[in-house]
Nanobody, 129 residues
Framework: QVQLVESGGGLVQAGGSLRLSCAAS???????????MGWFRQAPGQERALVGY????????YYVDSVKGRFTISRDNAKNIVYLQMNNLQPEDTAVYYC???????????????????WGQGTQVTVSS
């Protein structure tokens, strides 16, 4: 079973950038590469929602419309880390950000958090206006 730990959150002004990391332990590099990696966020008073995911093997990325062109997901399989680079942050990006893994096939399933597991504890991102 893989364990995930997010880091890199903080307070940033609107227009600023942050890079979040999601470090995986309990899994060899070979196993880590077998997972699709998802990033989610939960804003105050709202349900947790998908930000985007990165597929295994091809590293194809999917992003929700609200972050397209601003956020980038990447992975370093040698270090078992997935990154979420966030640029031009806006106050509406304020949330707790989580990473999780899935092996489910099909984009419609990978966009659904119920198919993910091994959630990290989350890292807070606060964007001031």
């Amino acid at each position: 079973q893989v364990q995930l730990v997010e880091s890199g959150g903080g307070l940033v002004q609107a227009g600023g950038s942050l890079r979040l990391s999601c470090a995986a332990s309990g899994a060899s590099g070979r196993i880590f590469r077998n997972y699709h990696m998802g990033w989610f966020r939960q804003a105050p008073g709202q349900e947790r929602a998908l930000v985007g995911y990165l597929t295994r093997n091809t590293d194809t990325a999917y992003y929700v419309d609200s972050v397209k062109g601003r956020f980038t997901i990447s992975r370093d399989n040698a270090k078992n880390i997935v990154y979420l680079q966030m640029n031009n942050l806006q106050p509406e990006d304020t949330a707790v950000y989580y990473c999780a893994v899935t092996t489910v096939a099909g984009g419609e399933y990978r966009r659904n958090e119920q198919y993910y597991h091994s959630w990290g504890q989350g890292t807070q991102v606060t964007v001031s206006s």
